[in-house]
């Protein structure tokens, strides 16, 4: 499988990383507005071969590979698609699929006319415990989920173009404990109600805060809350859990503390007395590892013509929870999150 990777910045390496553990793969074109940036990570993974240049046409046109990887702004995804679809190339994107919902629909429309796979790097999905979770649920062992609550509270100091950014939390970080949430429970976004706030304490332009409720249907609500200011008690990356189902609950913190509970027949005063459930190990089965696990997913679908898990036509169900937040906060009431975007 021949490769160009376009977008050269920090990200890639995570790309190239696990590019390199696998066999078939090869990396045959760099693209970067800075060809000296595309050039030095040339030589960091000894990429002698691979040509280098600032154009994706030319790049494309040169190589005539199989795949594209996306690894630009979010401003220029559009365009990256657009052109890896005109060279009949099929298309892995970092994570947001894209910067509107317009653009998203161009995209996967572009794709669908193309034949082409097209997939979105959302690896909070190839998490062990995320995954666990999701079987877990799956057994009805706690009954169906009713009730799904994260916590974000993270504070770091990026420094450059985030601190500047709109929307900062929801835009740049809430799509991947949003689309955590949306496949552990099988959840359906209908609509959202949400607030952003800029603390005393922030260091960002705005939009640092937020919280969130979605209506996920079928009974099940979703609340978000979180802040990329608030020093002290950090939660994991992955947020931390709590899911409420019709006969107990499950407690995740983000690392590997993962328990359940499950209500007993009989009851104390006021109270269902409850004890404790295992949540099983791993399944052989689940596909985990980060970018590697969605890169070996992505290239599977393209060999079996299967689609992979983070297809872009289900990922946009996550970029419109995103959407819908910002509108809602931005409006100050609660937003439908439109079909179409589904």
Request: hydrophobic share 45%; aromatic share 8%; glycine share 8%.
């Amino acid at each position: 499988m021949d490769v160009v990777l376009v977008g050269c910045g920090a990200m890639s390496r995570a790309w190239l990383d696990a590019a390199r553990q696998m066999d078939g793969l090869a990396i045959v074109g760099l693209v970067d507005l800075d060809a000296e940036r595309a050039q030095a990570r040339a030589r960091e993974y000894d990429l002698t071969n691979a040509v280098i240049g600032t154009s994706v046409d030319g790049v494309l046109d040169q190589t005539k590979p199989d795949a594209v990887f996306d690894v630009v702004v979010p401003a220029a995804r559009r365009e990256v698609a657009f052109s890896a679809f005109a060279h009949n190339c099929h298309l892995l994107t970092e994570k947001p699929l894209a910067d509107s919902p317009e653009n998203a629909r161009a995209i996967i429309e572009a794709a669908r006319r193309a034949g082409r796979v097209h997939a979105v790097v959302q690896n909070r999905r190839y998490v062990a415990n995320v995954r666990r979770i999701r079987r877990f649920l799956d057994s009805g062992a706690i009954g169906k989920p009713t009730s799904i609550h994260a916590d974000f509270f993270v504070a770091p100091h990026f420094g450059g173009f985030r601190e500047e950014m709109a929307h900062v939390l929801l835009l740049d970080m809430a799509i991947h404990t949003f689309d955590a949430a949306r496949y552990m429970v099988a959840g359906e976004p209908a609509n959202v109600y949400c607030q952003e706030w800029e603390p005393a304490n922030s260091w960002y332009r705005q939009g640092s805060s937020a919280s969130a409720v979605f209506d996920f249907g079928g009974g099940k609500v979703f609340t978000y809350a979180g802040s990329w200011c608030a020093a002290g008690f950090r939660s994991s990356w992955e947020g931390s859990w709590r899911i409420v189902a019709e006969r107990g609950s499950l407690l995740w913190d983000g690392h590997d503390g993962l328990k359940a509970e499950v209500v007993l027949p009989e009851r104390e005063g006021l109270l269902d007395k409850t004890g404790p459930m295992e949540v099983p190990p791993l399944d052989p089965a689940d596909r985990v590892d980060g970018h590697l696990g969605i890169i070996t997913d992505f290239l599977h679908a393209i060999e079996t013509g299967t689609e992979p898990e983070t297809r872009g036509s289900d990922n946009i169900k996550s970029l419109a929870m995103v959407f819908g937040a910002i509108e809602s906060a931005e409006t100050g009431r609660r937003v439908a999150i439109a079909q179409e975007t589904q």
